[in-house]
């Protein structure tokens, strides 16, 4: 059973910087498992940021950013908005026999 | 304007069957693949399955493998998500979302709630 580890929770001040991190007990994550992100606010449907690793969507904004982080798919804050405390869940890709997706447990951001 | 709506949640027994369906509109619905997302109450996401755009490939996650079955009628712009042999642990929001890539685009969700 594959897993896909995110830390559980994270707090931010308004106007810092925050790395959110997103890993694959099968090694290391790469471009091969398409990784990208999704955010969830209370009560709300999810809403795409990121995909493949670092491509945004024509809605995410500036200060959102995706990279590979030894060997981990990282969402990075910059600049965090108190619009930005939500949960945040990654998504990663397994090909081979059978293919699937496995979502992160999450990450509950707190703006404080 | 891209909409998903998802229908068929409710109260069903531990082991009844339910079929969700997920009409999709404002895009080119056979020209992407769709995928089914879960939410259990208080709980994270969880990737349930996905059909390509044909509707020829279809994937599943392990917990629900042999006994839910994903399809689509392209000239209904709907995909189907039908669950057989409930479990408790199937209670979720049940959510469709475009394309199995970049799942752009998500419904608002439907409660699938499995007690007695």
């Known amino acids: 059973q594959t897993v896909v580890t995110q830390e559980p929770s994270l707090t931010v001040s308004p106007g810092g910087t925050v790395t959110l991190t997103c890993a694959s007990s099968t090694g290391a994550v790469t471009s091969d498992n398409y990784p990208s992100w999704f955010q969830q606010k209370p009560g709300q449907a999810p809403r795409a940021l990121i995909y493949?690793?670092?491509n945004k969507h024509s809605w995410t904004p500036a200060r959102f950013s995706g990279s590979l982080l030894g060997g981990k798919t990282a969402l990075t804050l910059s600049g965090v908005q108190p619009e930005d405390e939500a949960d945040y869940y990654c998504?990663?890709?397994?090909?081979?026999?059978?293919?699937?997706?496995?979502f992160g447990g999450g990450t509950k951001l707190t703006v404080l | 304007e891209v909409q998903l709506l998802e229908s068929g949640g409710g109260l069903v027994q531990p082991g009844g069957s339910l079929r969700l369906s997920c009409a999709a509109s404002?895009?080119?619905?056979?020209?992407?693949?769709m995928t089914w997302v879960r939410q259990a109450p208080g709980k994270g996401l969880e990737w349930v399955s996905a059909?390509?755009?044909?509707?020829?490939?279809?994937y599943y996650a392990d917990s629900v493998r042999g006994r839910f079955t994903i399809a689509r009628d392209n000239s209904k712009n709907t995909v189907y998500l039908q669950m057989v042999s409930l479990r408790a642990e199937d209670t979720a929001v049940y959510y469709c979302?475009?394309?199995?890539?970049?799942?752009?685009?998500w419904g608002q969700g439907t409660l699938v709630t499995v007690s007695s």
């Open positions: 998504l990663v890709y397994y090909g081979g026999a059978q293919l699937s997706w496995v």
């Open positions: 059909i390509s755009a044909s509707g020829a490939s279809t």
């Open positions: 979302a475009k394309d199995q890539w970049l799942l752009e685009y």
């Open positions: 493949s690793i670092t």
């Open positions: 404002g895009f080119t619905f056979n020209n992407y693949a």
